[in-house]
């Protein structure tokens, strides 16, 4: 994986479907013990958050020391962001100090901000940056989804139905788990289903690119306005809110007022395959996204889930930054 050393991790579909499967490979590697190296010795790791974490910001803290480095976090509030001083002037600052950056950054209400000032800071910050989460993207988290399907299923995991459902939510909620999840199974020649009430379509650019990436890679991405005809075969449940294109915050607000009924039940098992799961990236309030018996039910894995953040990022950080 020589050719990934030193690249910036922002968006699944700068990568190829080998790549994606060798970062998973190394994952596996990484969390069974069979790949002890210490890829991150001597190197330190930033972690800059504009807005609140609990898994990203503890798994790779974790990672970080895991692979023999070390990281240290920083809210934008106590930088001189806060300040007004540019991403560009903090960028090429912390990558004099650092030898990755991991950035967390986006605003419900500008939908493109943080992709677009990820990409300003990886252009002059001379190291890594890898995306914590934008309005845009979530790679590091469809990492982890992709390592815990790949456990779950085995050597067919790429055929198993998957069904990505928006569900309804009080907190408006950032789309980049749906696009990278549209990147990640077009590119692994996944079969992926979107699922979502009419106002609440991917970025058509997303949809675009999954599906000219699915006419190579045998990727079945198909879109569904029925969730219970969604869940109909399915071997995943996968339950996330996220903000519509349309408008605003208030437009957005408005149109999910007579949804709270859109939300993962039993009744969604019941027409799924036998032993299929159920998966969110959390923070999930049981009763919005889904129902409690769902949440902590047999079905739910939500908490493998979680734990392989740990593991994928350690691979994504061990391929940017690992020297043998």
């Given at each position: 994986?020589?050719?990934?050393?030193?690249?910036?991790?922002?968006?699944?579909?700068?990568?190829?479907?080998?790549?994606?499967?060798?970062?998973?490979?190394?994952?596996?590697?990484?969390?069974?013990?069979?790949?002890?190296?210490?890829?991150?010795?001597?190197?330190?790791?930033?972690?800059?958050?504009?807005?609140?974490?609990?898994?990203?910001?503890?798994?790779?803290?974790?990672?970080?020391?895991?692979?023999?480095?070390?990281?240290?976090?920083?809210e934008?509030?106590?930088?001189?962001?806060?300040?007004?001083?540019?991403?560009?002037?903090?960028?090429?600052?912390?990558?004099?100090?650092?030898?990755a950056?991991?950035?967390?950054m986006?605003?419900?209400?500008?939908?493109?901000?943080?992709?677009?000032?990820?990409?300003?800071?990886?252009?002059?910050?001379?190291?890594?940056?890898?995306?914590?989460?934008?309005?845009?993207?979530?790679?590091?988290?469809?990492?982890?989804?992709?390592?815990?399907?790949?456990?779950?299923?085995?050597?067919?995991?790429?055929?198993?139905?998957?069904?990505?459902?928006?569900?309804?939510?009080?907190?408006?909620?950032?789309?980049?788990?749906?696009?990278?999840?549209?990147?990640?199974?077009?590119?692994?020649?996944?079969n992926?289903?979107?699922?979502?009430?009419?106002?609440?379509?991917?970025?058509?650019?997303?949809?675009?690119?999954?599906?000219?990436?699915?006419?190579?890679?045998?990727?079945?991405?198909?879109?569904?306005?029925?969730?219970?005809?969604?869940?109909?075969?399915?071997?995943?449940?996968?339950?996330?809110?996220?903000?519509?294109?349309?408008?605003?915050?208030?437009?957005?607000?408005?149109?999910?007022r007579?949804?709270?009924?859109?939300?993962?039940?039993?009744g969604?098992?019941?027409?799924?395959?036998?032993?299929?799961?159920?998966?969110?990236?959390?923070?999930?309030?049981?009763?919005?996204?889904?129902?409690?018996?769902?949440?902590?039910?047999?079905?739910?894995?939500?908490?493998?889930?979680?734990?392989?953040?740990?593991?994928?990022?350690?691979?994504?950080?061990?391929?940017l930054?690992?020297?043998?």
């Amino acid at each position: 994986m020589k050719h990934l050393q030193d690249r910036s991790f922002l968006r699944l579909r700068d990568f190829t479907g080998e790549d994606l499967e060798a970062i998973l490979k190394l994952a596996e590697d990484l969390k069974s013990g069979r790949d002890t190296h210490p890829y991150l010795a001597g190197q330190n790791l930033g972690l800059l958050f504009h807005v609140p974490s609990t898994r990203t910001r503890i798994s790779f803290h974790v990672a970080a020391r895991q692979l023999g480095g070390d990281a240290e976090g920083y809210e934008s509030s106590q930088l001189q962001l806060s300040n007004s001083e540019t991403l560009v002037d903090t960028a090429a600052v912390m990558g004099r100090y650092l030898d990755a950056l991991v950035v967390r950054m986006y605003d419900m209400g500008r939908y493109r901000w943080g992709q677009q000032g990820l990409e300003t800071m990886a252009g002059v910050a001379g190291v890594p940056v890898i995306n914590a989460l934008t309005g845009v993207e979530h790679p590091c988290q469809i990492m982890a989804d992709l390592l815990t399907v790949r456990e779950r299923f085995g050597a067919d995991w790429k055929r198993r139905k998957v069904v990505l459902t928006w569900a309804w939510a009080e907190r408006q909620k950032s789309r980049g788990v749906t696009h990278s999840w549209l990147s990640a199974a077009a590119l692994l020649g996944m079969n992926l289903t979107v699922a979502f009430p009419p106002g609440y379509e991917p970025d058509d650019d997303y949809l675009d690119f999954a599906r000219r990436t699915a006419a190579t890679s045998g990727a079945r991405v198909s879109l569904s306005n029925d969730l219970d005809e969604a869940a109909d075969g399915a071997d995943v449940i996968y339950a996330k809110s996220w903000m519509s294109m349309r408008g605003t915050k208030a437009d957005d607000a408005e149109l999910r007022r007579g949804l709270r009924h859109w939300r993962v039940g039993l009744g969604h098992f019941e027409r799924a395959n036998e032993g299929a799961v159920f998966m969110d990236c959390m923070p999930l309030i049981r009763g919005d996204e889904a129902d409690p018996e769902v949440v902590d039910g047999p079905m739910s894995i939500r908490y493998d889930e979680a734990e392989n953040r740990l593991h994928a990022q350690k691979a994504i950080l061990a391929a940017l930054l690992g020297r043998a």
